[in-house]
Each structure stands twice: as structure tokens, then as C-alpha cells.
């Protein structure tokens, strides 16, 4: 797939919103966590806003779609909800005890890991990208950068 300079930038910059905004709903959601007292609490309504927010943005993209397109031919593609789960969650409990760039950077890494996996093997669609000897460099020196980037530990009174 080939993208013009203008599209790559564009979604390049996309995700790089996207990036800004996983922080921010990082601590926002620990803050809902410790006011509600309950991690669950505040992904039940992190998940109950953004099912919402979504239905809102499907409607006016385009609509439903049809329901024979809800299939279970490739089940293992509905296991996505369970990974957003799991960040969530995991992100909301540990944030405020590890504080959110620890929290974010250590996620970061695990991206990077996974990400080079996903794209090696061309899973579940994804664009293939060998991990050759320079793209092992480069995840590397970014797992390096988020290493020396990383806050150490604050001590919670």
C-alpha cells in the first residue's frame, strides 16, 4: 500500500494525537479510580462513555452495519475488546501507584516489542515489515530512550 507524503503526514500525525491522548486518559481514568475507590468502577464508565461516543461516531459515519458481518469466522478479532480491558484496567490500577509516565513508558515498550512482532508475521491483516538487523537497532535505542526517559519511583505517602 502505497501513501502519498500528505496522507502519511496526516496519519502520522494522527497517531501522534493519539499518542498525546493515551497519557491523558491514563491519569484521568487512575483519578476516577481513586475518587470511585474502585479501578472496575472507572473502566465500567471509561468503557460506557467510549461505547457511547462510538455508537455516536458509527451513526454518523456511515451507520451499522449489517449484521451478517458479524461473524465468527475469525473469532480471535473480537479478542481486541479484551485487550482494552486489560490496558485500561491495568493502566488505571498501576498509574497511581507508579505514577503515569512510569506506567506509560513501560506500555510504550511493550508496544514497540509487540508492534515489530505483529508487523514481522503480518498478523491479523497488518502491513508486513521484516525486523531486520536496523529495525532491531532502532527498537533498541527506543527501548534505551523510554529506559532513560523513565521517572524512578514515587514513594505514595
Known sequence: MNLSTDTF?????????????????????????????????ACLVLMGVAAGLAGIIMLMTGGAPAAASFTFEDPVLYAGGAFFLFYILSITWAGPKMG???????VLLGQLVAAAVIDHYGLWGAI???ITVRRIIGILLMAAG???ARKPPVALP
Request: aromatic content about 10%.
Open 146 to 148: 523510554v529506559y532513560l
Open 9 to 41: 503526514a496526516a496519519l502520522a500525525f494522527l497517531m501522534f494525537l493519539t499518542g498525546v491522548g493515551i497519557p491523558i486518559m491514563a491519569a484521568l481514568n487512575s483519578g476516577l479510580g481513586m475518587q470511585l475507590e474502585s479501578p472496575g468502577a
Open 128 to 130: 508486513k515489515s521484516e
Open 100 to 106: 503515569i509516565g512510569n506506567a506509560v513508558f513501560f
